[in-house]
């Protein structure tokens, strides 16, 4: 069968000839030769892209696929065009942006911010700061306070993009094309605080009165607020701006995962396909926040309200992520759900009643804030949770909040991962071991409907699963269990799911270091699997 993109004729990039062969990757393109296909690769790889870009008066610039997008395929790999410590932070290395230790550090010896070793005082991210440091005539003096938030560190990375003005202009022309919600951002008391805190310090700080206006520099913070990445590679994380990552489109059910290189590029792939015409979109908040928590976060930061397919639909998709069981009527099993949720957030009314959906039993949102209130706290207080606080925590909340709560959620996820942890599984009970089974399949279950591109979170529950299994199976041969081959296949296809979902991330990350024992396993299980054949 011919594709419509097949169909369609076009003129060749090289000698304007009529083709209907496009690049296969991007689908944008015509070439009428291979030859001439390979020469303007130089030219062609930097915009080489499965998806196109659009506009619209409600939504900006977006990303829309500009064909078939496979499962695993990766949709933009891009270096970012800024990147420094984030707004809040202690003391951390203005080299390689790791936390500042108090018995291991130093100063550079050009302008006196702290590095961890004289190294980093000649990485390329310093360089900028450090000249206009110098500029000032006067060292930095950090007073050494190593574990709480530093207020020096809130301007650094405004300034690495500001200096992007005359060190990299074709950045800094990119980076000012970037959304700043500007007129939102004015009418909060964020903006008071940044103005003072930031624009006026930088002014003051760095002797440079007349260099940037306030409303420049105040453009570039809410540019960096706006559209910052937390890049986990460091402790505690840095943030980063990058250009075409920017424009993807923010939805709670999003079709595209976020990863990262261990140099800091940004990787945006696709866990599941994608079809060709469809908007690309990543998860600004998290997904595994209830619907008011992902709100509230997106208001705050983004200035929006999502509508998303997610966000629209009371049940969270079938899921009742953030329902609770019916408490006006005891011998009710129904659930309240929050009807009147998408209102609240449109006309700011925090105050709202709801029935149950079974026994039409009434509650004031009041009683539901301190249910919430009570198991949110509790839930604090679990600090390093243990599989026996995490299973007291279900036993307790699933009286009051639906099956897939996301309380109840986070608890399972924390559950399926400490059970067996540090070397304990050959020594676990056979009903611990079947429950971070059931636990962790559940979770697969639920999250790859509610959120099936949260790619990190599928992979390390694929991999305790798969683990669960292993020992199953290994206690089943010992004891001459006839169905413990069953239990490696299935091993073996949970540890391939992981390295699915985690192929992307880098070592350096508690996920890239689960993909490395999940291809290990893998491969003893293959072995053993084509022993067993």
């Known amino acids: ?46 915009s080489c892209h499965p998806f196109k870009v659009e506009s619209s008066p409600e939504f900006g610039r977006y990303l829309v696929a500009s064909k078939d997008i496979k499962a ?8 970012p065009l800024v990147c420094g410590p984030s707004q809040i932070t202690p003391p951390v ?39 206009l440091t110098v500029a000032r005539g006067e ?44 007129k939102e951002r004015k009418e909060t008391e964020q903006w008071e605080l940044d103005s003072k805190h930031i624009a006026d310090f930088i002014k003051r700080f760095f002797r440079c009165e007349s260099r940037w206006s306030t409303d420049e520099i105040l ?67 998290d997904t595994m926040w209830g619907t008011n928590a992902r709100q509230a976060h997106l208001k705050q ?48 009314n925090g105050s709202f009643d709801d029935r149950c959906g079974k026994c039409g039993a009434s509650y004031d949102f009041k009683e539901v804030a301190q249910i919430l209130a009570e198991a949110t706290a509790d839930l604090a207080r679990l600090g390093k949770a243990n599989d026996e606080t995490c299973i007291d925590f279900i036993e307790k909340y699933s009286k009051k909040l639906s099956k897939n709560h996301y309380l109840l959620t986070e608890v399972r996820i924390s559950l399926a991962q400490v059970i067996g942890q540090n070397g304990q599984m050959q020594r676990i ?57 069953g239990a490696y296949e299935e091993s073996y296809h949970h540890a391939e799911q992981a390295i699915k979902y985690l192929k992307h991330e880098p070592s350096v990350l508690p996920e890239g270091r689960v993909l490395k024992q999940a291809k290990i396993n893998a491969e003893s299980l293959k072995i053993m699997l084509l022993q067993m054949a």
Not at 17 to 46: G, I, L, P
Not at 72 to 79: D, H, R
Not at 142 to 148: L, Q, R, T
Not at 325 to 336: Q, V
């Open 1 to 46: 069968m011919v594709s419509e993109n097949e169909r369609v004729a076009g003129n060749c990039a090289i000698c304007d000839k009529e083709t209907k062969t496009r690049c296969s990757a991007c689908q944008s393109v015509f070439y009428c030769c291979v030859e001439h296909q390979k020469s303007d690769w130089s030219r062609h790889k930097n």
């Open 139 to 182: 060292k930095v003096s950090v007073f050494k306070y190593f574990e709480a938030p530093h207020p020096t560190y809130q301007c650094l990375a405004v300034v690495r993009a500001l200096l992007l003005r005359d060190s990299a202009p074709e950045k800094y022309e990119k980076l000012l094309k970037l959304e700043s919600h500007d």
């Open 219 to 285: 453009k570039v913070v809410g540019i960096l607020q706006v559209n910052g990445h937390e890049v986990p590679l460091t402790v505690p994380g840095h943030i980063a701006v990058y250009n075409l990552a920017s424009l993807i489109e923010h939805s709670c059910r999003n079709n595209v995962a976020k990863s990262f290189t261990k140099h800091g590029d940004i990787i945006f792939w696709a866990p599941n396909p994608i079809k060709r015409g469809e908007r690309l979109s990543i998860c600004y908040s």
């Open 72 to 79: 695993g395929e990766i949709v933009l790999k891009e270096s």
């Open 429 to 485: 009970t056979d009903s611990k071991l079947f429950l971070k089974l059931e636990t962790a399949k559940n979770l697969i279950e639920l999250i790859s409907n509610l959120a099936p591109a949260e790619s990190r979170l599928l992979g390390v529950l694929h991999f305790e699963a798969h683990s669960a299994l292993a020992e199953i199976a290994r206690r089943g041969a010992a004891k001459k269990n006839p169905n413990f081959k």
């Open 301 to 348: 930061t983004k200035f929006f309200v999502c509508n998303c397919e997610r966000c629209e639909d009371v049940t969270e998709l079938g899921t009742n992520f953030s329902a609770l069981r019916c408490i006006g009527n005891a011998a009710c099993d129904g659930l309240i759900l929050p009807e009147k949720h998408m209102r609240m957030m449109k006309t700011n």
């Open 93 to 131: 290395c203005v080299g390689c942006l790791q936390k500042i230790e108090e018995k291991r550090h130093t100063e550079c010896e050009r302008c006196g911010w702290l590095v961890c070793r004289r190294e980093c005082q000649d990485l390329p991210g310093h360089k900028a700061e450090c000249e």
